[in-house]
């Protein structure tokens, strides 16, 4: 079989006539979402003076009272993020595994558990942030409720699709030894898979830190409700030891994933 090679040019020189219709169609979907959008170029610069006067609000001494109640609410904030990941990462594998073309048992229930992970991440986690509150009430019950939902889909997706891509070499090596569906998993499949599924985990947790300080808009716990609170209020001095703790959390869990999935790899 032939390989496809990359080409743009022609002989002549030119762009193939397909290139640029692609390139006009395109163009063409960019200006009409924009109109839909009300994209405002001309707007988006004259507004960098107000941006700008939101931003010297910053430049203040913080609220250094604050800090207790500050970690307090952050531990809450990464608490909510770490047990969500965690028990979705239980819930997700099975699901995955049935979610996947090469190692799910029947294909209509390959369907049905891929409509399922569908239906789960379908709604952000605000969503269902509020429908968890109605159901069990304010605090951070409710956000880890739907952390777990959201995150199960995302995960039991991301895991079946790095188990279709894997080196069907190992795969047959392993049951060419006698081995049976789960000895097949266990051995083959799941450390085929290991290095791409644990970048994906890690990126879900610090999407989920990083979500939990949102749900908080809703009562369901974290450091989401003062953020609002001391927006609405004007209070400078805490807001900016929220946005400064809140990327300090972040850049520790990006350089933990990295160091980690480096040593997996």
């Not at 048992?105 to 379908?122: E, K």
């Not at 509150?133 to 991301?158: E, H, Q, R, Y």
């Not at 927006?231 to 980690?260: C, E, K, P, W």
Request: hydrophobic share 55%.
């Amino acid at each position: 079989m032939t390989a496809w090679k990359w080409r743009l040019p022609t002989k002549h020189g030119f762009v193939p006539l397909w290139w640029g219709l692609g390139f006009i169609f395109l163009l063409g979907v960019l200006v009409s979402a924009a109109v839909l959008v009300e994209l405002d170029l001309l707007g988006l610069l004259q507004s960098g003076g107000n941006l700008w006067q939101f931003l010297s609000q910053f430049l203040t001494v913080p609220d250094w009272a604050y800090i207790p109640k500050l970690l307090l609410k952050m531990l809450e904030t990464v608490e909510m993020g770490i047990v969500s990941t965690a028990i979705a990462l239980l819930l997700s594998l099975p699901l995955g595994v049935l979610a996947a073309r090469n190692t799910s048992p029947h294909v209509v229930l390959y369907h049905c558990i891929r409509n399922l992970l569908n239906l789960m991440r379908a709604l952000p986690e605000l969503v269902w942030a509020l429908v968890f509150v109605s159901a069990v009430g304010l605090g951070p019950l409710p956000g880890v409720m739907a952390l777990i939902f959201v995150t199960t889909g995302f995960l039991g997706k991301f895991l079946a699709e790095s188990i279709e891509v894997v080196d069907i070499t190992g795969v047959m090596g392993v049951k060419s030894t006698g081995a049976g569906w789960l000895q097949t998993l266990m051995f083959a499949v799941f450390p085929l898979a290991l290095p791409d599924f644990i970048g994906t985990v890690l990126y879900i947790l610090d999407h989920n830190v990083r979500s939990a300080t949102i749900l908080g808009l809703v009562g369901a716990g974290g450091i989401g409700y003062e953020l609002v609170m001391s927006m609405r209020l004007f209070n400078y001095g805490r807001l900016m030891l929220i946005a400064t703790a809140i990327y300090i959390v972040v850049t520790i869990l990006d350089r933990f994933s990295d160091a980690l999935r480096s040593r997996v790899i």
